[in-house]
């Protein structure tokens, strides 16, 4: 048996922190750690508890999610953030994902959602409910002033055609295996091409990868 995956929730409503421990404790590979109200208690507690992934609300007393977010992320071997977000309110969200956050999640989901964001967060997929994820990036990008694209513009210039093409299946939301089912190759060579691409845009993981497609213009919404 493999440890289980430790999970921190940072959430200023007690009830909403009672009712996703009480999820994710009943589940034998993940186990709740550590809990917290708002994001500046978050941080103090997180100094001296590791844990592996953090379920962050943005809206809290204090410090918000972001704060909290982006202080967090620039730790040495930081957890992953899931932004815990309303989807209609939240356009803060997108700041959250260029802060570090390895997703987001809806707060009305499904405990099933919850929980496989969890484990695929702490896999390092980074790739959540993937079309909730296109709706949600779609809705904030068109919100978003037009604006920061001219400055990424270089790093997609270095993507090979075949790099540009697995970024707009990724926007898309295509995981791996469905990526090289349409590309007519190996799963493998998908994940080279997917390391390439993070690694020419610096990006973390695939959702700010993919929030870098929809700001420069390379996937559009409702494409």
Do not use: W
Request: glycine residues 6%.
């Amino acid at each position: 048996m493999t440890d289980p995956v430790r999970v921190a929730l940072v959430d200023d409503q007690q009830l909403v922190r009672a009712g996703f421990r009480m999820v994710i404790d009943s589940q034998p590979d993940l186990t709740v750690s550590l809990e917290a109200g708002d994001g500046a208690q978050a941080l103090r507690l997180l100094a001296d508890h590791r844990v592996d992934v953090v379920l962050m609300d943005v809206r809290m007393p204090t410090m918000d999610g972001l704060t909290a977010t982006a202080r967090l992320t620039a730790t040495p071997d930081a957890p992953r953030v899931v932004v815990l977000t309303t989807f209609d309110l939240d356009e803060y969200v997108l700041e959250a994902i260029r802060a570090g956050a390895s997703g987001f999640l809806l707060k009305d989901a499904p405990p099933e959602e919850m929980l496989a964001a969890i484990r695929t967060v702490h896999r390092g997929d980074a790739v959540i409910a993937p079309s909730t994820t296109r709706r949600l990036l779609e809705h904030l990008v068109t919100a978003m002033p037009a604006a920061t694209a001219p400055a990424q513009h270089d790093a997609l210039a270095g993507l090979t055609d075949r790099e540009r093409e697995v970024l707009v299946l990724m926007a898309r939301g295509r995981s791996n295996s469905e990526i090289a089912a349409d590309l007519f190759v190996a799963e493998a060579t998908v994940k080279t091409h997917v390391g390439r691409v993070l690694a020419k845009l610096g990006a973390r993981d695939r959702v700010q990868a993919v929030v870098t497609a929809y700001e420069v213009g390379l996937v559009r919404p409702g494409s």
